[in-house]
């Protein structure tokens, strides 16, 4: 009977990232929630690497965004972390974690302990097709592509914290409710 409510708990999970992946469907939902479901599809792909991922996030923060856009967000984001941040045989953690900063807005965290970034590359993580791993699974897309949703899509923004051997920390700065249109313009960004 576990077995089969795992199932069927693995199947339900699919299909809402699924359905919330094949559109910009904006909708109110709990992050946790929205998090959660988005680990247990990933948890074939982490599963096959030495890696763990933790989720902290009070069940009480709520969004009324668009879920997609940030599933895709946090899925590059874990993957990132696993092929640039993570030497091979080193068992990695990330952590994802939010926390509301007021009624309006949020910060979500995705934090590893891995390698880091060298200094010198920072200012150009979020550049189109920038790689250190071209030819490794890297395409250079990853960041310009969250970049892209975070501050257009959801309305919000991100900032890198890192240091080479010092592990890596994204935070992004959302809305709690997402800006009409998809568009994030005009939209004032907490102090």
Request: hydrophobic share 35%; glycine share 10%; net charge neutral.
């Amino acid at each position: 009977m576990r077995s089969l409510a795992k199932a069927a708990e693995l199947v339900s999970s699919f299909k809402q990232v699924a359905v919330d992946q094949t559109s910009v469907n904006r909708r109110f939902f709990r992050l946790s929630d929205t998090v959660n479901e988005i680990m247990l599809t990933l948890s074939p792909m982490i599963r096959k690497t030495p890696h763990t991922v933790s989720c902290q996030i009070p069940p009480d923060l709520t969004m009324e965004s668009y879920p997609g856009p940030l599933g895709q967000i946090i899925t590059n984001l874990i993957n990132n972390s696993f092929l640039h941040g993570f030497e091979t045989g080193m068992r990695g953690t990330v952590t994802v974690s939010a926390e509301a900063i007021d009624n309006e807005w949020l910060q979500l965290s995705i934090e590893d302990n891995g390698a880091g970034i060298p200094q010198e590359n920072l200012d150009r993580i979020f550049d189109p097709f920038f790689t250190t791993k071209l030819g490794q699974g890297g395409s250079g897309l990853g960041l310009s592509i969250v970049h892209n949703l975070v501050t257009g899509v959801l309305g919000g923004s991100i900032k890198v914290t890192s240091s080479s051997g010092g592990g890596t920390r994204i935070s992004l700065t959302l809305p709690r409710t997402a800006p009409a249109g998809n568009q994030g313009q005009g939209t004032r960004l907490p102090a």
